[in-house]
């Protein structure tokens, strides 16, 4: 067991520092949205629960109990992440040369988005957190995993045929902290 931690002790010290200062998905006030902050303002309420823009760069959270708040946002975030890729999937998918796959959709996973090999397309609840161009590299991403299953060097050809500035992406991609499953403790 020691020799496996200090084979990983390098891996391990860079996921810490990344997670300690990386910039989370969903801070006790705030959550990112579209690449900028918005500050939660909670107002209990006994009526109905929901999250409601509202000017200088604020939402409401209206529900029975802050500890609903997630939960909410959640909510919010799947519903608009899966606005965005029903929105914008096609049109990535036409520009990568990719004339079908089998399904795409929206959920709680522990990745940005992962492909599997029957050709089904899943990306997380939190997409809509990350700044367009995040959102963008993730879909080329796995729409290139649909004829490069691995990241080889072909892979990486290919998502650099159409994302030039990938590796910059992905660095930025890795500086934010999704939020912990809503199962979570």
């Not at 959550?31 to 760069?57: I, N, S, W, Y």
């Not at 959270?61 to 708040?69: C, G, N, P, Q």
């Not at 990241?151 to 934010?176: C, I, Q, Y």
């Amino acid at each position: 067991m020691e020799d496996a931690i200090k084979k990983k002790s390098e891996w391990i010290i860079e996921q810490y520092d990344r997670l300690s200062s990386g910039e989370p998905v969903l801070a006790d006030d705030s959550v990112m949205f579209d690449g900028g902050r918005l500050r939660l303002d909670f107002q209990k309420t006994a009526g109905e629960e929901g999250l409601f823009p509202a000017a200088g760069g604020r939402v409401v959270v209206k529900a029975a109990e802050r500890h609903r708040i997630r939960e909410l946002v959640r909510r919010w975030f799947l519903k608009e992440s899966s606005r965005y890729v029903i929105r914008a999937l096609p049109g990535i998918a036409r520009k990568a040369g990719v004339r079908k796959y089998h399904r795409a959709d929206v959920r709680e996973i522990r990745n940005w988005g992962y492909c599997t090999r029957d050709g089904r397309l899943s990306f997380s609840w939190q997409l809509i957190a990350l700044p367009e161009r995040l959102r963008e590299y993730i879909l080329c991403h796995e729409l290139v995993h649909l004829t490069e299953p691995n990241h080889s060097v072909a892979f990486k050809r290919k998502l650099g045929s159409l994302l030039p500035d990938f590796r910059e992406r992905e660095k930025e991609l890795g500086r934010v902290v999704p939020a912990r499953s809503i199962r979570e403790p």
